[in-house]
């Protein structure tokens, strides 16, 4: 499996980016799949996550503001970031869980600016 992530970029803050995840395989297969974020100095951090039913979870900071979704025929994983925040500047990664291994994606840099 391999995970193509983009999207990332540089934005104010209160505004918006849209970060795709191209997966190599059918992701209706997938047991689930999600972002983390690392921001410099800190360690990895779950951001939100999607089972192959379309079960959703979110971290608290990220509630209200992001949405994860998937479109299987697209074998495409998103995150739609609003009302971002300087503190949401991170390195993202999509992951995948696909028979109990985990797959990364390079991450994509998005930096929000106050």
């Known amino acids: 499996v391999q995970l193509q992530a983009s999207g990332g970029g540089l934005v104010q803050a209160g505004g918006f980016l849209s970060l795709h995840c191209e997966a190599s395989?059918?992701?209706?297969?997938?047991?689930?799949m999600g972002w983390y974020r690392q921001a410099p100095g800190k360690q990895r951090e779950l951001v939100a996550k999607?089972?192959?039913?379309?079960?959703?979870n979110y971290a608290d900071f990220v509630k209200g503001r992001f949405i994860i979704s998937r479109d299987n025929a697209k074998n495409t994983l998103y995150l739609q970031m609003n009302n971002l925040k300087p503190e949401d500047t991170a390195v993202y990664y999509c992951?995948?869980?696909?028979?109990?291994?985990?797959?990364w994606g390079q991450g994509t840099l998005v930096t929000v600016s106050s």
């Open positions: 992951y995948a869980v696909v028979a109990a291994k985990h797959y």
């Open positions: 395989g059918r992701i209706v297969n997938f047991d689930h």
């Open positions: 999607i089972t192959n039913i379309g079960t959703t």
